[in-house]
């Protein structure tokens, strides 16, 4: 279910409120685009400095606009194991299709800890979970032997891999049953990470550009490995334009550019300094996304 390219969702601001009719429109384009789901309230939803209200909400708006049509994966992660608990069993009654969560940040848990939490959450939610290895965001990184472990408790179906360590994650991808999906957090990293054997992206380029993941994707699906490396080409510099800064100011500041959004962003992050704004729209102008 979770596989292809999932858009990890920005969370639209107008005057410090959730501007729902702008989300709703961002869930109408990613849909026309062909994407294969939906991931609200991640880190590109800057669900940080989401209140718990804000963050139900935000949830509840996907699947209402997403109306079946695609699945969508709930951002639901916390250091807190009872407060993740309580955000997952929020996204299942909302009627989202799984829930993608964090390995625990700031408090640093072992091995044994980050198993022992995740494994709380599967029992007490009975949900399909996609755990969430990002090292640079959460200070510690789960090794392959922790997946690997993950993978055989029920209800823990996948992982989005944003380690940067492709021989780590191709060793996931080895040691984890077939039925367990590997996906990249980086997209700069997703026709490598294809190519050892991962399912597909959990994409913030794709608020952006979509159609153009899409592509990617399917191309490497259908044998096309050089239409597929000609794009992965095409879109580095995307790539590296929507992380110049900090993600979600740089992915925020394309989507104003484009019309779909306002770039308000939340404190603490702040707007897209002006030379990068400049080296940003140069890049979507000369791939055609504006």
């Given at each position: ?66 109306r079946g049509r695609l699945p969508v994966l709930a951002g639901t992660g ?213």
């Amino acid at each position: 279910m979770f596989e292809g390219v999932f858009t990890a969702l920005v969370t639209p601001f107008r005057d410090d409120v959730i501007d729902e009719e702008a989300l709703r429109g961002l869930v109408e384009r990613q849909i026309a685009a062909g994407v294969d789901g939906l991931a609200p309230c991640g880190s590109t939803g800057e669900s940080a400095t989401l209140s718990h209200a804000e963050h139900r909400r935000v949830v509840e708006i996907v699947v209402s606009a997403s109306r079946g049509r695609l699945p969508v994966l709930a951002g639901t992660g916390s250091n807190a194991t009872r407060e993740a608990i309580e955000l997952t069993r929020h996204a299942k009654e909302a009627g989202a299709d799984g829930a993608l969560l964090i390995s625990p940040y700031y408090n640093k848990p072992t091995q044994e800890g980050i198993v022992a939490h995740y494994a709380a959450i599967a029992r007490a939610t009975a949900f399909p979970l996609v755990v969430y290895n990002i090292p640079g965001r959460t200070a510690s990184n789960m090794l392959p032997s922790t997946l690997a472990r993950l993978a055989d408790i029920e209800h823990i179906v996948g992982v989005k891999e944003a380690s940067g360590d492709l021989a780590q994650i191709a060793t996931v991808v080895a040691l984890c049953p077939d039925d367990f999906s590997v996906v990249s957090g980086d997209d700069a990293l997703t026709l490598p990470l294809l190519a050892v054997g991962g399912r597909g992206v959990i994409s913030t380029s794709a608020n952006v550009a979509p159609a153009e993941m899409v592509d990617l994707v399917r191309a490497f699906r259908a044998g096309e490995l050089d239409r597929a490396r000609r794009i992965h080409q095409r879109l580095l510099p995307l790539f590296d334009a929507l992380f110049c800064e900090t993600n979600p100011i740089p992915v925020k500041a394309a989507l104003g550019m484009q019309g779909l959004v306002g770039d308000e962003i939340r404190l603490p992050m702040t707007r897209l300094t002006d030379a990068n704004r400049e080296r940003l729209q140069v890049t979507l102008k000369e791939l055609g996304l504006l």
